[in-house]
């Protein structure tokens, strides 16, 4: 396609310096024959205080019609815990049925990290992103009484399990190792637990070359820090995901470089790019946030979009500053401008 | 009281090696007018082979006779996932209704830890051991057809969450730190995050000196190993404490080193006591398991009884023998040795 009709989400917090930078990295990065046309909204806290609403029909209406979506970040303590979770960001992956949420590790040389002896970390998490504990299903009777019972149920079904799957298969195939990792609790979590691991050991036919793996979620915390160079590809529940995927995060470069893409493969819906991280309020505004993963998510929509080549350029930039950037302090601005400058060389 | 009336259940892999260790210690560190008494009890792969059963009634009318249980590790390869797990030890916790679920997480000086810089870590995690996606309800529909769904219900009630959380503040009360973090997902998990968030709140109010904290569980993950020695007390559910407990482990010293104690505090069924760490089929039989995590359950074992003194000594054995232990490689019977040693001068 020669142009990219792209909504963008600012939100809360950093998101609003972070986005800002993604969208700089992008306009330098593209061809001079692709054209970008972006759609500002204004969803999160402000909106949610001044309106009371936080995703409208109309609102997804209005969003349906982009290629893609860029997230900055959504969430503030002014609003109660869940109410922007459920009722955006989960709402958002939901309706538009992100199934595949798309989140790669990779610690590159010279960069802190909190493990001794800077290990290789090179792997990416395909988390299941529309089923599990995050459906909402569940609820609460006799709520604030001493015999309140909530219930929260983690719904699994084989349609929704299989595409994920199968996803994490193809991404381990076309990747050097071809190795997957399922992660699961399946001896406790048996019901759920049994589903996945069918499904996986059943897909796993299909791909004779992929190396398989099964681990439950408490075993691979402990290899994510003391053997995380293990992994090539994980797949895993949308929970197991979440939590994982901090983890990982925090051990290849920390929450600052952690990208991620809400994908539905698809493309009946636009499939939408975020930073790991969330609003950071207590530094928003002061210059002060890395806009890395908001460029390196730039990079999974390029990808996703099929431009593989600015993807990899903008992949690449980040890897130089990345490794060249010692202990210097510099602004939201200046590691957009350097990373921007890159890519456009 | 001047008997001990011990439950031994060695159980599968390693259990038995590591089991023989901390009632080596045991016997050592008990004053000559306690009179230790000991029944073993076959539990684990090998009878679920040779008759199918895992824990039947009258083995819980048996076992309930006894103080205290200590157990090694129950699990083999041979036995397809889940079956002793929910067969045996979710229906033991269940049974005996071990709702605090406590592991102590200590990094001692010079011990061995994937993260760098040896930071301080000194905190106890209170896992809810009988509720929560544990209890295993949900179930499957079309199993095995294209239109399988499976869903695990997590349930939570006011009278065991406010217990548990009762138990935990009361032990942050106790720390000279006297601060407790709770760890859950209540923006996701909305409802029984709700239940949580204001139980946790609501007792909070009983324990003015007590500082409170509250962290998703992925964010939670992401401290334990960049900021581990913010962590004094933690209190969270079933599942996200045995996440976070093998994160724990891992980072203070390793999974060899991890105890537990599954307790009931009202005594009305006896408690058990049990390393982290499972049979380790790879290694059993060959004198290389670390017996320490087992001799650790033991000091909690000891002081769940009242013989604090003893507690203290064993700890404080395991303590000396891990900061002077460096590169020298002992079997499981040295290791054994060294410390019944230790206790008993
Ligand atoms: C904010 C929250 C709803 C979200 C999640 O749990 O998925 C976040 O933690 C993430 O990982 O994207
Ligand atoms: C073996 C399994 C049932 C158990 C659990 O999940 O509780 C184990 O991982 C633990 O932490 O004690």
Redesign the pocket.
Known sequence: SHSINLAVIPGDGIGQEVVAQGLKVLAAVLPQDVKLETEEYDFGARRYHATGETLTDADLESLKKHDAILLGAI?DPSVPSGVL?RGF??KLRFAFDHHVNLRPSKLLPGVATPLAGQPEIDFVVVREGTEGPYTGNGGTIRKGTAHEVATEVSVNTAFGVERVVRDAFARAQARPRKKLTLVHKNNVLTFAGHLWTDTFDRVAQEFPEVTTDYLHVDAATIFLVTDPARFDVIVTDNLFG?II?DLAAAVSGGIGVAASGNINPSRDFPSMFEP?H?SAPDIAGQGKADPTATVLSVALLLRHLGHEAEAARVEAAVEADLTERGAAVRTTDEIGDALAARVAS
Chains 1, 2 share one sequence.
């Open positions: 969430g979770e960001l989960l979440d995927t790991v969330g």
